[in-house]
């Protein structure tokens, strides 16, 4: 199991529930892809360095991982088919 470090950028209209929502099923992936979520990091709305999908805000949430090293094209995969998340990024720590 290597150590990972996913960033994402979720949609700016969603609700504190909805966040939380998209959270659990970011975490779910994770599990699914065969990883754990160690730690969680949600550093709130931001504004962007330029808009994205005509947002000019985001909520920054950085999660860290363990998962085997092919499981990262199985989480990309549920987050680029997501609307909700506006960019996301993994990389090795």
């Given at each position: 199991?290597?150590?990972?470090?996913?960033?994402?950028?979720?949609?700016?209209?969603?609700?504190?529930?909805?966040?939380?929502?998209l959270?659990?099923?970011?975490?779910?992936?994770?599990?699914?892809?065969?990883?754990?979520?160690?730690?969680?990091?949600?550093?709130?709305?931001?504004?962007?360095?330029?808009?994205?999908k005509?947002?000019?805000?985001?909520f920054?949430?950085?999660?860290?991982?363990?998962?085997?090293?092919?499981?990262?094209?199985?989480?990309?995969?549920?987050?680029?088919?997501?609307?909700?998340?506006?960019?996301?990024?993994?990389?090795?720590?």
């Open positions: 199991m290597r150590k990972y470090e996913l960033a994402y950028i979720a949609d700016p209209e969603l609700d504190s529930e909805g966040l939380e929502a959270e659990e099923k970011v975490k779910g992936w994770i599990k699914g892809a065969g990883g754990e979520a160690v730690n969680v990091d949600n550093w709130g709305k931001r504004r962007l360095a330029y808009p994205i005509k947002r000019n805000d985001g920054y949430m950085f999660v860290e991982i363990e998962m085997p090293p092919n499981a990262g094209t199985v989480i990309e995969q549920d987050l680029r088919l997501n609307e909700q998340i506006l960019r996301y990024m993994i990389t090795t720590l």
